[in-house]
């Protein structure tokens, strides 16, 4: 049977070809590009952990984030409130300042008059007692003439006279 | 695609610069009984120059085209190295030194100076035949495949650079096949921890015998040659496997061959006999079925088309045609087919050899 027979010649070339061919693609072609496989697959591994983990990290973030805003907003609310409490305490307080100062003011102002007052009382009083005084020298003068008519000025003088 | 353009090109230079010969034969008659048998076993067999084309002139007169192929052979201590077209197609015989070769239904004999040809009563030439180390059309065909191999594999190995890249043009075509060997037969049948030491034989087994398969369906010049249908290629291919497999053998491997634990003693006995035939069947199948399976593929198609010429019509030519383009389809899956049986049932019997036993 020829078919079945084998050839050494052909074996032989066979034998060297293929060895050949192993050789040489394992060099130039199969540790190359399987090494590229290997690292580029690898890559891909790494870069999609890389990828989840970053995602993983946003989300982190992202609440993080919220929180903070939250924060910040109840922050700023009590900020505002206290503000708002801050501003009627000093507008109260200037109020109650101003008022105390009017009172003051009004007070120091009453007793320079009642001050004044009395002064022009004494004044008056003085006056009055010169006054007096004076109509006693006249009213004496007249006496010497009547009593009756020194009574009736004194009377009229006294009469005249506003203590107001 | 500059790179392709560039192997066409190497190719075609490759074969031209190779000396044609046209050599004229003078046909005795051209209504020649037809014989399929001979047509087929002329295809399937290994041939010492490589046939382009025949046809027959206006006068009759047929013309052969075919490519003479180096003849290297050994006899006595001497190398003899001379063209095929010597032999003027076993029509004459060829002269050295005190020898005298005639080729012989493409077989190198040594015969006196009338060129008799000796046989016995089974008609087996008895003729002394030399050691025959030409490079005959098939080894000429393993060479240009091997070329192509090398030129496909390299130029794509070439675009994977240092820094991790998308695969482009050729490199993305051969890419999912160097996976799928990878995956689906290394990974798959030898283990994550073990594969990659094998990696190089499977791979290049796998192209070797898929392209050497397309080649040989290719029906004209410079394909149909049956290279991977041819035992002695077949042989060597499973040879490699055979020792690759033993050499790759753990202590546990051996063990199950030899003495099978968790048995008696006489069936161990017993199984170590079926166990040691094993280790040589397995090979041997390898060896057969890519031989037998190429082989019939070639010759079911070249008989479908023997039938125009056996019936003598040209009305069968339409059915011939339509059954053998059935049978081409069938074939290029074959090819495949055979490449991945073939590397994946030696990526298995290395898978089994390497086995780390639990016990």
């Not at chain 2, 079911?300 to 039938?307: R, V």
């Amino acid at each position: 049977m020829g078919l079945l027979t084998p050839d050494p010649g052909l074996i032989f070339w066979t034998a060297i070809t293929f060895g050949i061919l192993v050789f040489l693609l394992k060099k130039f072609a199969w540790k190359p590009i399987l090494h590229a496989l290997k690292t580029r697959e690898e890559t891909i591994e790494f870069s999609l952990a890389a990828a989840a983990k970053a995602k993983a990290e946003i989300e982190d973030l992202n609440v993080e984030k919220e929180k903070i805003l939250a924060e910040a907003k109840s922050e700023r609310d009590s900020l505002i409130k206290e503000a708002r409490e801050l501003k009627q305490n000093i507008v109260d307080d200037a109020k109650n300042k101003a008022q105390e100062e009017a009172d003051k003011i009004l007070e120091s102002a009453r007793q320079l008059l009642e001050r004044e007052k009395s002064e022009a009382i004494r004044d008056m009083k003085k006056q009055v007692a010169e006054l007096s005084v004076d109509i006693a020298g006249k009213l004496l003068e007249q006496e010497l003439e009547s009593t009756d008519k020194q009574k009736a000025i004194i009377e009229r003088y006294l009469q005249e006279v506003n203590f107001n | 695609m500059r790179h392709t353009k560039q192997v066409l090109i190497l190719i075609a230079i490759f074969f031209s610069s190779l000396v044609t010969y046209a050599s004229d034969k003078h046909s005795e008659e051209i209504e020649e009984e037809f014989d399929a048998m001979e047509m087929i076993n002329h295809h399937i067999a290994d041939a010492h120059e490589w046939h382009v084309i025949s046809y027959a002139k206006q006068s009759g007169e047929e013309v052969h085209i075919a490519i003479p192929l180096p003849i290297i052979i050994f006899h006595d201590g001497k190398l003899r190295v001379f063209m095929s077209s010597a032999f003027h197609h076993g029509e004459e015989l060829v002269h050295k030194g005190d020898d005298y070769y005639k080729l012989y239904h493409e077989k190198i004999y040594i015969t006196d100076a009338d060129g008799a040809i000796h046989y016995d009563e089974n008609h087996d030439v008895l003729n002394e035949k030399p050691w025959d180390f030409s490079i005959t059309k098939n080894v000429a065909s393993m060479f240009m495949s091997a070329v192509i191999i090398l030129l496909l594999f390299i130029l794509a190995a070439r675009r994977y650079g240092p820094e991790p890249k998308a695969p482009k043009g050729l490199q993305s075509f051969l890419e999912p096949l160097i996976l799928f060997v990878r995956e689906d037969i290394g990974i798959a049948q030898i283990g994550k921890e073990k594969y990659e030491r094998y990696m190089p034989y499977l791979l290049t087994v796998f192209f070797f015998i898929w392209i050497n398969n397309l080649i040989g369906l290719v029906p004209f010049f410079p394909g149909g040659s049956n290279l991977t249908g041819n035992i002695s290629v077949t042989m060597l291919l499973a040879l490699i496997t055979f020792l690759v497999t033993n050499f790759s053998g753990t202590k546990s491997y051996w063990q199950h061959i030899f003495w099978m634990p968790g048995v008696p003693a006489p069936i161990r006995i017993l199984l170590s006999a079926i166990e040691f035939i094993g280790i040589l069947t397995k090979p041997f199948a390898l060896m057969i079925r890519l031989m037998a399976n190429i082989t019939a593929g070639h010759i079911i198609i070249l008989s479908l088309f023997s039938l125009i010429f056996v019936m003598k019509s040209l009305a069968i030519a339409p059915v011939s045609i339509l059954m053998s383009l059935m049978m081409f389809m069938l074939e290029l899956l074959v090819a495949a087919l055979q490449a991945y049986i073939f590397t994946l049932l030696s990526a298995l019997f290395i898978g089994m050899a390497v086995h780390e036993e639990e016990h």
